[in-house]
């Protein structure tokens, strides 16, 4: 009875070690291929990253021009508002 025990037990361990060696290779490919699509999805953030720093230089030269088109407006709004006043000035005058 002892060996039939022992046969058994060999059996069932060795069926026991075959099952943990199919988990663990199933775990394995799947770490594999999560690991190849989180390769990808950091990849695509990094292109993604790299077009938004892009973006964010070509909108601050836009508005550095922005701010040097509107000095420029409001210096010749300022120029012509003193041109007006010195008109009014002169009109009364005469």
Do not use: P, W
Request: proline residues 0%.
């Amino acid at each position: 009875m002892d060996a039939v025990f022992v046969q058994r037990a060999h059996a069932s361990v060795a069926s026991s070690a075959e099952s943990l060696l199919e988990d663990a290779a199933h775990a394995q490919a799947q770490c594999r291929a999560r690991g190849v699509e989180l390769s990808i999805a950091a990849e695509e953030l990094r292109e993604e990253a790299q077009s938004l720093r892009e973006r964010c230089q070509d909108a601050q030269l836009h508005m550095a021009r922005l701010r040097m088109r509107l000095a420029e407006m409001t210096d010749t709004k300022n120029a012509y508002e003193n041109r007006e006043r010195q008109v009014r000035k002169l009109s009364k005058q005469l």
